[in-house]
């Protein structure tokens, strides 16, 4: 039996497959030249379908201002996006969704041109310590489309992502609460604003999964503001500490830091009680 070389298979694959690069390469710049709208916007979907989202959107950003008011106008659009889309520029791809909702808001592809919108920004959504910017404006995107279409099959998916992004400025905050805590009596009273920043964000986003955090954060920075003041502010702030020890703990009798929280209200309740 004859055997098989695989090295000169592969290194015949290697040389069609340059030689279809080589010839959609020609053929894109045919296209680019041509005066024939139809022919260019053919060659756009079937370069979308092969996942030539760069040729795509090239061709369409042409095509776009053209075919407004034919019949080609709304998929043209709305295909704009989706090549930008799906070659990860949710930027661009979000101002075209735009563009298609807000012209055609009862179009054929509204509903998918909402979501994608959204999704795009939550995709493109930075990490948590960045500017968030895009997180806010994608949240606003995905309400927006769950508000426009609650009966979609994407809702529960835009949902999620919406609850993902508010955890991600619940955790900004929760970083920024943790911030002025360590800075403690730095240049001024920074567990106040530990204080104010943890509550803000509790109050904001109740249902957050860094509400836990949040409200220990809390009861910490009463603690050592309390632990660090003038001795004729001590008891008061120790009952304040208490407070939020009993708040805490009604909440979660079974938090993972319940034995600091514990140690705090001893050490308070003998600054209050003597006990």
Same mark, same amino acid.
């Given at each position: ?5 695989? /090295?000169? $298979? ?37 370069? %979308? ?14 095509? +776009? ?5 034919? =019949? ?5 659009? #709305?295909?704009?996006?989706? /090549?930008?889309?799906?070659?990860? @520029? &949710? *930027? ?11 012209? #055609? ?9 909402? %979501? &994608?919108?959204?999704?795009?920004? #939550?995709? @493109? ?14 949240? !606003? ?13 994407? /809702? /529960?998916?835009?949902?999620?992502? *919406? ?31 530990? +204080? ?5 964000? *509790? ?9 836990? @955090? ?12 309390? +632990?660090?003041?003038?001795? !004729? ?15 805490? +703990?009604?909440?979660? =009798? ?7 929280? @514990?140690?705090? %209200? ?8 003597? $006990?």
């Amino acid at each position: 039996m004859r055997k098989i070389d695989f /090295s000169m $298979i592969k290194k015949l694959t290697i040389i069609v497959a340059l030689a279809c690069v080589l010839v959609g390469c020609g053929e894109y710049n045919k296209v680019m030249k041509s005066s024939d709208l139809e022919y260019k916007y053919a060659y756009a979907k079937k370069a %979308f379908e092969n996942k030539r989202y760069a040729q795509a959107y090239t061709i369409l950003t042409d095509l +776009v201002p053209v075919f407004r008011g034919t =019949p080609h106008a709304e998929e043209s659009l #709305y295909l704009l996006g989706m /090549s930008y889309y799906e070659n990860k @520029d &949710y *930027i661009n791809a979000g101002s075209y969704f735009k563009q298609y909702y807000q012209r #055609y808001p009862r179009g054929q592809y509204a509903e998918l041109a909402r %979501f &994608y919108a959204g999704y795009g920004f #939550y995709l @493109d959504s930075p990490d948590p310590q960045l500017d968030q910017s895009e997180t806010i404006r994608a949240m !606003e995107e995905l309400q927006a489309f769950i508000d426009y279409f609650p009966k979609s099959d994407k /809702s /529960s998916i835009a949902q999620s992502a *919406i609850f993902e992004l508010q955890d991600k400025l619940v955790l900004k905050e929760l970083q920024n609460a943790t911030l002025y805590y360590n800075l403690g009596n730095y240049m001024g009273n920074n567990y106040e604003s530990a +204080v104010i920043t943890a509550q803000n964000a *509790i109050k904001d986003y109740p249902y957050s999964k860094y509400k836990e @955090d949040l409200e220990m954060l809390v009861l910490r920075a009463r603690y050592r503001e309390a +632990v660090e003041s003038v001795e !004729e502010k001590k008891v008061e702030r120790f009952r304040t500490v208490i407070d939020e020890y009993y708040s805490f +703990v009604n909440d979660y =009798p079974e938090s993972r830091m319940r034995k600091e929280a @514990d140690n705090i %209200f001893k050490i308070a309740n003998k600054h209050v009680n003597g $006990i």
